[in-house]
C-alpha cells in the first residue's frame, strides 16, 4: 500500500488504545439540563468500519487506518467481508493481530448472525477469545405473510438465545436500526427484539438511521432505546428530489441533516459515552460499497474524507 501521510495523533492513538471503560449509561434522559455535572471527556473512541477498506489487505487496512488517526476498526466478519464466517478460526487472528500491531483496538466486529448455531457459535466463541468485546447482529427481515407481531417474538427468542450465550463468553450484542421495511427501522421495533434479553444484548444506534426513519421523532425513540445503547454508528443524509422523486442521499458529515453538536450533547448530558464507529455510505470510488478494488490514485481521494469526517466527529463532541 502507498505509505500515507504520517497525522501526529498517531502516536496518541496507539497510546490511547490503553484507556480505559467508557462511562456507564445514565438512567435518565435530558435535553437540557442534566442531573450532574457532565464530564467533558473530549476522547472518543472512534473506529472504522472496515466494510469501506475492503480494497485492502488486513495489514494495509490497519495502516490506513492508524495513519488516519482512528482509534480502532469495526471488523466485517460477514460473508463478503473481511473475514469469512467460514474461514473465522484461521483467518479472524490473522485480521486481530494485524490491527493490534499498528497500535489499534480490535474490539468491534460486524457479523450477520441472527441465530444461536454451529457457524454463530464458532464466530462468537473465536472473537471472544481474540478480545473483541462488540458485535452487530445481522438484520432479520419480516415473512411476506403471517403475523408482524408473532415475527417480532420469533425473532426476541432468537435474540435471547444469543443473548445468552453471549454473557457466558462476555461478548456484547448490538442489533442496528436501519431505516426501510427491514425489521429495526423504528426504535419501538428494536426495544421489542431486546425486551427481556439480557445486558449482554443492546443496540448500535444509527443517528442517520434513525432520523431517516422517525423525522423529528428521532428523540424520543432515542429515549426509549439509550439504556440499551452499547455502540453507536456515525453517518449523515440529507433528502432531496432527484427526477422528481425525493430520495434520501447519503452525504459526508456535515453536510446532511444531522445536528451532530445537539446529538453530541445528548448523549453527553445522558452519560452514553460508548464505542463509536464512522460509516462512510456517500459516493467514495465504490468503498462505499465494499468494493474489493479502488485504484491508488482514487485511494488518496478515500482517504482525505475519511479523515476529514474523522476529525469533525472529534470537533463536534469537543463543541458539545
Known amino acids: 500500500m502507498e505509505k500515507l501521510e504520517k497525522y501526529t495523533r498517531r502516536k496518541f492513538v496507539k497510546q490511547s488504545t490503553l484507556a480505559g471503560a467508557f462511562l456507564p449509561i445514565a438512567s435518565n434522559f435530558t435535553t437540557a439540563h442534566p442531573m450532574k455535572p457532565i464530564q467533558r471527556d473530549d476522547q472518543l473512541q472512534i473506529s472504522i468500519f472496515s466494510k469501506h477498506l475492503q480494497f485492502l489487505n488486513y495489514k494495509d487496512m490497519a495502516a490506513a487506518a492508524a495513519d488516519m488517526g482512528f482509534n480502532g476498526v469495526e471488523l466485517t466478519v460477514r460473508k463478503g467481508g473481511h473475514v469469512e464466517p467460514n474461514n473465522v478460526k484461521d483467518d479472524l487472528p490473522k485480521a486481530v493481530a494485524a490491527i493490534k500491531e499498528s497500535g489499534l483496538q480490535s474490539n468491534m466486529m460486524v457479523s450477520d448472525i441472527t441465530e444461536l448455531n454451529i457457524e454463530s457459535r464458532s464466530v462468537l466463541e473465536t472473537a471472544a477469545n481474540l478480545g473483541i468485546q462488540y458485535y452487530r447482529l445481522g438484520y432479520f427481515r419480516y415473512p411476506d405473510n403471517g403475523s408482524m407481531p408473532e415475527a417480532l417474538q420469533q425473532f426476541n427468542q432468537q435474540m435471547m438465545e444469543l443473548a445468552v450465550l453471549s454473557k457466558n463468553l462476555k461478548i456484547q450484542g448490538c442489533y442496528q436500526n436501519h431505516a426501510g421495511t427491514g425489521v429495526g427501522a423504528s426504535m419501538w421495533e428494536v426495544w421489542q427484539l431486546l425486551e427481556g434479553t439480557p445486558e449482554s444484548m443492546g443496540s448500535q444506534y444509527d443517528i442517520r438511521h434513525a432520523m431517516v426513519d422517525g423525522g423529528y421523532s428521532w428523540r ?70 465494499g468494493s474489493r478494488e479502488i485504484d491508488k490514485a482514487n485511494q488518496k481521494k478515500v482517504y482525505a474524507a475519511m479523515s476529514k469526517d474523522l476529525n469533525l466527529v472529534r470537533q463536534w463532541w469537543k463543541e458539545a
Open 220 to 289: 424520543i425513540g432515542l429515549r426509549l432505546i439509550k439504556d440499551r445503547i452499547k455502540t453507536l454508528a456515525i453517518k449523515d443524509f440529507r433528502w432531496e428530489k432527484i427526477d422528481g422523486k425525493w430520495r434520501v442521499l447519503d452525504t459526508p458529515l456535515g453536510e446532511g441533516m444531522v445536528d451532530f453538536v445537539s446529538y453530541f450533547k445528548i448523549l453527553k448530558e445522558n452519560d452514553i459515552k460508548v464505542p463509536v464507529a464512522i460509516h462512510f455510505e456517500y459516493d467514495l470510488f465504490g468503498a462505499e460499497h
